[in-house]
């Protein structure tokens, strides 16, 4: 929406800023099942076209005198959101439950031991949006069936999924050795004819003895 917002009206975005605050908090949330403004108020929410349908129409008649006492309206507030958050756990449950199983179907068999030196796949601190690899932390337990309490470089500890965690391999750098004093590797062997250079072979081939011609 924001987005949208911006395209069309870049000079004066921020200030439809309360109006798709309210368009996102009376919607209903995929996770909960109900909208943010609903656990909040207790109530749905009706935004000013919604009221002014409603008016037009027919539909809700405006109340000309309200006989409810403010103790009675309380107390059917708060059992309407006791309700409300008895359905949002029960839904949330099955939701968070469906996410986790379509995760789990993409790792792969991976397992580690504790004292096991690992890579972490940790968010930037510097930008939300971006994971670097980091790391060695060390393994401590396994968390059944697919995490495992990791403890980070700077000494904290954090359970991780495990599609986040691969096995540290230590680097192994080449090291040159240079002696100071001058050391005695035999002698030098010449190639033989077949690994010469053309130029060479051809100084080479012209080495003939041709005596024999003399005796004609």
């Not at 932390?137 to 954090?158: F, M, N, T």
């Not at 050795?177 to 005695?184: A, L, P, R, S, T």
Request: net charge neutral.
């Amino acid at each position: 929406m924001l987005h949208q917002v911006i395209r069309t009206d870049p000079s004066n975005w921020d200030k439809h800023i309360p109006y798709l605050l309210f368009a996102y908090r009376e919607v209903p949330n995929c996770t909960t099942g109900v909208s943010p403004f609903q656990l909040m108020y207790g109530r749905q929410a009706r935004g000013p076209l919604a009221v002014l349908k409603s008016s037009w129409s027919g539909e809700v008649p405006l109340p000309t005198n309200i006989s409810q006492s403010a103790v009675d309206y309380l107390q059917e507030l708060k059992l309407k959101m006791e309700q409300a958050a008895e359905q949002v756990k029960i839904f949330a449950e099955r939701k968070q439950q469906t996410y986790a199983d379509y995760f789990n179907r993409k790792t792969t068999s991976k397992s580690f031991m504790p004292g096991d030196q690992v890579y972490l796949l940790i968010p930037d601190s510097s930008n939300k949006l971006y994971a670097r690899w980091t790391g060695p932390g060390e393994i401590i337990k396994q968390i059944p069936p697919h995490s495992y309490l990791v403890k980070l470089p700077d000494g904290r500890k954090k359970q991780i999924h495990v599609n986040k965690i691969r096995k540290f391999q230590m680097r192994v750098n080449t090291v040159g050795v240079i002696f100071e004093n001058e050391e005695e590797f035999g002698e030098i062997t010449l190639p033989e004819k077949d690994y010469l250079l053309p130029s060479q072979k051809l100084e080479m081939d012209c080495e003939v003895d041709l005596d024999h011609l003399n005796e004609l």
